[in-house]
């Protein structure tokens, strides 16, 4: 049997998914690398979605686990994304394809690693 946290965490993850790829704009894409304001819608839209699947998923908690959940991630994606996006854009634009894709998925890592340690912190204990 898979335990709950563990179905939680892909819940999480589908929710990072949603917020960091599907809802950010081609706008905040293009522009989050050079533009503090891009990026910070990005991590609002990224924050709003984390706040709404946390709700239900975590609803059960107190509220001030998972509100300290997201404002947490919240934080840590700006500041994941401030220098990821600034490094991979450097590397897209000298055409360093392989490296631009490892940064992009050292970038997922980090965010990764961040959404489990703060659940695991937060949330399941």
């Known amino acids: 049997m898979i335990s709950e946290p563990l179905w939680q965490f892909v819940a999480v993850l589908a929710i990072h998914w949603l917020g960091d790829f599907f809802l950010q704009s081609h706008w905040m894409a293009s522009n989050k690398s050079t533009r503090n304001d891009a990026l910070s819608g990005h991590v609002a839209v990224y924050t709003a979605a984390l706040f709404v699947g946390t709700s239900l998923i975590f609803a059960s908690r107190p509220i001030?686990?998972?509100?300290?959940?997201?404002?947490?991630?919240?934080?840590?994606?700006?500041?994941?994304?401030?220098?990821?996006?600034?490094?991979?854009?450097?590397?897209?634009?000298?055409?360093?394809?392989?490296?631009?894709?490892?940064?992009?998925?050292?970038?997922?890592?980090?965010?990764?690693?961040?959404l489990a340690a703060t659940m695991w912190w937060l949330l399941v204990i």
Request: glycine content about 4%; overall charge positive; charged content about 15%.
């Open 64 to 114: 001030v686990c998972w509100l300290a959940f997201v404002a947490l991630n919240g934080a840590l994606h700006f500041v994941t994304d401030f220098f990821t996006s600034r490094w991979s854009s450097s590397l897209w634009k000298k055409q360093r394809i392989h490296d631009f894709f490892v940064v992009i998925g050292l970038d997922q890592f980090i965010h990764h690693f961040t």
